[in-house]
């Protein structure tokens, strides 16, 4: 199927430099990039992103003796504090 595309000038020199360079028509370097962005994409849609388990297994919780009412005034102490440059 024939069709007309609008690219970027620097777009269209490199890519006809690159497929001169390698021996190969425009036409089929320009197919390999949107066969490979259409796969690309299609990957991405199947399989969704899933976020690995970072928990920590130390199995031991808090040091002995921290209690976890002093955590939270420690990480909270400096609250609406300025900070100095």
């Known amino acids: 199927?024939?069709?007309?595309?609008?690219?970027?000038?620097?777009?269209f020199h490199?890519?006809?430099a690159l497929a001169a360079?390698?021996?190969l028509s425009f036409r089929v370097l320009i197919e390999e990039g949107l066969r490979s962005v259409v796969e690309s994409r299609k990957k991405a849609a199947i399989e969704p992103f899933r976020?690995?388990?970072?928990?920590?297994?130390?199995?031991?919780g808090l040091q002995e003796g921290v209690k976890?009412?002093?955590?939270?005034?420690?990480?909270?102490?400096?609250?609406?504090a300025v900070l100095k440059r």
């Open 51 to 60: 976020l690995r388990d970072g928990s920590f297994k130390g199995g031991h």
């Open 1 to 11: 199927m024939k069709t007309t595309v609008e690219i970027s000038d620097a777009l």
């Open 21 to 23: 360079k390698e021996g």
């Open 68 to 80: 976890w009412e002093d955590l939270a005034a420690r990480a909270y102490e400096n609250e609406g």
């Open 14 to 16: 490199q890519s006809k």
